[in-house]
């Protein structure tokens, strides 16, 4: 069942991308990567990662392959420890992980009384606690799920990826009619839903994406100096 609309005081809703438009490269990898290095003797259990990236050359499957990669590497931990790690994870991303222009941009909407959004594929098993560091009113994520007390690493919700993305801007959309919708993001994939908002804008990306932007209408700029 859908949430009812709300009034919102907000004039515009601006939906931000997170790897590779706010932080300059991916945030999933080194978080699973930096989950080994803290646990030295799970790292036996990479010897069953050749298995979920041989099937995604096949089905491009990339929520198949992200639970696969979490069921890896982090399955069964406890959640006490997941949170401890995903805390820490947080806190070391410094100001080199992030685009200078993404942090200006974020703390202009928010001075202007925007509700900022967090739109990312990236799970929420860390990104709400980045999104809250940010300050961000609202994250939008793919989940993850737990049997009780332990961590499972099916997806319970959508890869929030490509026309995912555009399905949960029509929801902010219904949520908060009359709202002027604004979005960033970076890759070609994104180009989904920025079309579908009246203030889109790419960053950060390759030469390919940012002229099949411009058949769009949608503007680019780079946020990475």
């Known amino acids: 069942m859908s949430a009812p609309p709300v009034a919102t005081s907000a004039r515009r809703i601006v939906v931000f991308d997170l790897d590779g ?68 994870f947080v806190a070391t991303l410094d100001a080199r992980r992030f685009c200078p222009g993404a942090l200006a941009a974020i703390a202009q909407h928010r001075q202007a009384g925007d509700r900022l959004v967090l739109l990312s594929a990236s799970v929420d098993l860390y990104v709400p606690m980045l999104a809250a560091r940010l300050g961000f009113d609202e994250v939008i994520c793919t989940g993850v799920a ?48 920025l079309a579908a908002v009246e203030e889109p804008l790419l960053v950060n990306a390759g030469w390919r994406t940012r002229r099949r932007a411009g058949r769009l209408g949608i503007r680019a700029m780079d946020w990475r100096r």
């Open 146 to 193: 737990w049997n009780g007390d332990r961590l499972d690493g099916a997806l319970t919700t959508v890869n929030r990826r490509g026309t995912e993305k555009l399905h949960c801007v029509q929801e902010l959309r219904a949520r908060h009619p009359g709202a002027v919708l604004a979005a960033c993001a970076d890759s070609r994939s994104d180009l989904v839903h």
């Open 21 to 88: 438009t706010i932080t300059r490269r991916d945030t999933l990898l080194p978080y699973l990567l930096g989950w080994l290095r803290r646990h030295p003797a799970r790292q036996w259990r990479s010897w069953a990662l050749p298995g979920p990236l041989l099937r995604f050359l096949f089905d491009r499957d990339r929520g198949r392959l992200k639970s696969a990669l979490i069921r890896i590497v982090l399955g069964g931990a406890a959640r006490g420890e997941v949170a401890a790690w995903s805390r820490d």
